[in-house]
């Protein structure tokens, strides 16, 4: 993980989304890695599910894979894989370490409405998101918590625009928004013009020109308030606090009382109890759920 990480910092956010994508649906069985549909069912892959079609890192399971098999033929399941070189490329990314079993297995079985149907829109409100992650048994701490892996990586503007310029239909960007980062944010993301209106990205919206880097648009944005440093400290919870997230369902952190005071306890330390807890959380992300 060391040598692709020194060549591709933008590893350990590829990987970590891979990894919750996977495991939220049907446990981390590295399902989502399967290219085929599964025969009996006429189904498509998971993979091709439109929350999974903006997904990353596949290659870097894969350049993995092909290095133990080598070493150490047909013994490390992909599953196996994929958990434990997302658990170091947080550590490679500055966040906290936390120990992992091992021995899952790779599942044969694709799960492609399931993708479709349970992984977290980005337009999602927050009793939705609570939801889906109470069906997989996260609290809300837990969540608020596992949220804060927005803490690194890129978002691309087709998730941000329907916000920015016609939030819901009505021709006004979300209200949520601070006034001066709706401007920063439309100077980064110009109106594509087919941005649908606050809803789920259409399957057929192309992806846009430019993408906003999570950490680096907060610190921009927080420049004098927050300290540089690892990316996994508080400026995600910062963010949130000064109507600053990203997408929406972000942002919707910050609607409910309960979730508010979530955000609000991750943001008024040195980083140390979301990287606590967060740990803690990816922990419970489930070997598979029979
Ligand atoms: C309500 C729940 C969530 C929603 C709606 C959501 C949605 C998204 C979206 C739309 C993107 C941008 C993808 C792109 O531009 O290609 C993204 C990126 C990302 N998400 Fe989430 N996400 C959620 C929860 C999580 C969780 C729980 C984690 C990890 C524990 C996570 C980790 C990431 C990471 C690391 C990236 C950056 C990926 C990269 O730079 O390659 N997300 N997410």
Redesign the pocket.
Known sequence: MAQIFAAHS?TP??L??LL?HDCFIQGCDASILLDDSNESTNRSAEKLAIPNQ?L??FDKVEKIKEELEKACPGVVSCADILVLATRDGIVLAGGPFYPVFTGRRDSNQSYFQEAMDDI???D?NITQ?LGLFTLRGFNERETVS??G??S?????C??IQGRLFNFSGTGQPDPSIASDFLDEMRRNCQDSGNSSNGTASPPMVSRAMS?LT?GMTYYQGLSSSVSSGSAFDTHYYQSLLQGRGL?F?DQQLMAEEKTERLVRAYASDDGSTFQIDFARS?MKMRPSVS
């Open positions: 933008d956010p590829a970590l989304r919750f903006t990353k890192g977290p829109k980005p999602g998101t596992l949220l892996g927005h690194i990586g890129k978002i691309s087709e998730f993408e999570l997408l369902s990816m």
